[in-house]
């Protein structure tokens, strides 16, 4: 091929083209073609005889600058994208390649670059990977809508269907024992028609954070089952430490000190009833429900302000 032709093709390459002289300090630029001077708005002249890190300008900070030092250190190739500034000071972001060229003897001599303008490409990138992360973001949000509740945020009787029926299946497997506490706001109506409905929101709310800080294990976790009425699953727990567990409950909804007028100790109060059972194979899920409730309708009779079991 004509040495002509090499020379051309060099020249009239859409792609900036430089070479470097490795055997002067610095390394510094000793050929640029028209396509550099375009990409970069600066003339041959104003940039050979100068190693080309005044591209990056104060811009520094960035890992592939590392890459290059090291591969023009070991005489090797390396491709990387950069951000660059042109002359006029706007950036650009530059995919630059650069391959050594070696003399007979094996020395590296040169460097030859080849750049090209990538912005539009990493600007799409950059959008996509955004729109990605927000619609992750979006996704974590509405897996959390659909298992939390939208009052007092902590799990809603969704979740709870869910998760009972997995703790029931492990704890049947593996003959474990099951606790469940169903909580109920004493006099919830009065206390609405006293204080309001926004007052009787804000207590809900106060209730079900008191519960739900009140666990030992990792697994345990209270939910809103209904209106007023909260629900705890636990495992583990025996009959007494589980009893012992609820009274706590009913004390942390005391300590709230949420006047009620109409409430025989002048606070907001709560029943529990409780319900502790160990499963085996062929034991149905439902009778821990049935039996917290019916417990549940006991605490009320007795009284309220109080925990039972059957
Ligand atoms: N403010 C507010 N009130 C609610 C909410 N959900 C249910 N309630 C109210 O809770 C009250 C529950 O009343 P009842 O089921 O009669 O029970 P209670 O008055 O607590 O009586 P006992 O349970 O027998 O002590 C009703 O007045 C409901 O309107 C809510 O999200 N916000």
Request: glycine share 6%.
């Amino acid at each position: 091929m004509k040495i002509e032709i090499l020379k051309q093709a060099v020249m009239d390459s859409r792609d900036g083209i430089t070479i470097s002289d490795n055997c002067i300090d610095d390394n510094p630029l000793i050929f640029v073609n028209p396509a550099f001077e375009r990409m970069t708005g600066y003339s041959s002249e104003e940039i050979t005889n100068i190693n080309c890190r005044y591209l990056q300008r104060n811009d520094r900070d960035q890992p592939e600058l590392e890459l290059i030092h090291n591969a023009v250190k070991k005489g090797e190739y390396c491709l990387v994208t950069l951000r660059n500034y042109r002359k006029d000071g706007t950036m650009f972001w530059n995919e630059l390649s650069i391959s050594p060229i070696h003399d007979e003897k094996g020395t590296v001599t040169n460097f030859i670059g080849i750049q090209k303008d990538v912005t539009s490409r990493v600007i799409i990138q950059q959008q996509l990977r955004d729109e990605h992360q927000s619609l992750e973001e979006m996704k974590i949000h509405f897996e959390q809508l659909s298992i939390k509740d939208g009052l007092t945020g902590i799990y809603n009787r969704r979740f709870f269907d869910t998760q009972f029926e997995i703790q029931w299946k492990i704890a049947c497997r593996n003959g474990d024992s099951l606790t469940l506490a169903m909580i109920d706001i004493d006099h919830f109506k009065s206390f609405n028609d006293i204080y309001g409905h926004q007052a009787g929101d804000e207590a809900l709310i106060r209730v079900a954070d008191s519960l739900n800080k009140s666990f030992q294990r990792g697994s345990d976790f209270a939910a809103r089952y209904g209106g007023e009425e909260f629900v705890i699953l636990s495992n583990g727990m025996t009959q007494e430490q589980a009893s012992l567990y609820v009274k706590t409950l009913c004390q942390r909804v005391r300590d709230l000190k949420i006047p009620h007028s109409a409430s025989s100790t002048g606070y907001l109060t709560v029943s529990i009833g409780f319900s502790v059972h160990t499963f085996g194979p062929l034991h149905p899920s439902n009778v821990l429900l049935a039996q917290a409730d019916k417990a549940l309708y006991a605490a009320k009779k007795r009284g309220r302000d109080q925990s039972f079991s059957l």
